[in-house]
């Protein structure tokens, strides 16, 4: 597998998704493929476990998506993990726990795909 060899500039989308534990911001970044090639994700304060927790998801996200495993098939993967109580989103969604808020806002930026 050739090794993806990232660009100075990438086109992406922000989205935000409210958790019991804050706010939860992902962002996706296409490459000029249309491919996903990175992903990140913000949540809490620096320091705090939740904050760890997220991190260490977005990571390993990146490192599947670098050997060409689909965004899509890991969401699959992550789909019906559910903790903690139901938070309701703008627009009519819910999420129950980070995790499911994570598979929520990566569906949601998919569907909506890349800019313009």
């Given amino acids: 597998m050739e090794k ?3 660009p100075m500039e990438l086109e992406g989308r922000t989205i935000r998704v409210i958790t019991e534990e804050g706010s939860l911001y992902i962002t996706l970044n296409w ?3 249309g491919r996903v090639r990175e992903v990140f994700l913000e949540l809490g304060k620096a ?3 939740v904050r760890g927790l997220v991190e260490a ?3 390993l996200l990146n490192f599947l ?3 060409g495993v689909r965004l899509e098939d890991v969401v699959e993967v992550l789909e019906g993990i559910r903790a903690g109580g139901v938070v309701w989103q703008e627009g009519g969604g819910k999420v129950q726990g980070v995790v499911d808020a994570i598979v929520y806002g990566i569906k949601r ?3 909506m795909g ?3």
């Fill in 4 to 6: 993806w060899k990232r």
């Fill in 31 to 33: 490459g000029a493929d």
């Fill in 47 to 49: 320091g705090t476990e």
């Fill in 57 to 59: 998801i977005g990571r």
């Fill in 65 to 67: 998506l670098r050997r």
């Fill in 109 to 111: 930026l998919l569907e």
């Fill in 114 to 116: 890349r800019l313009g």
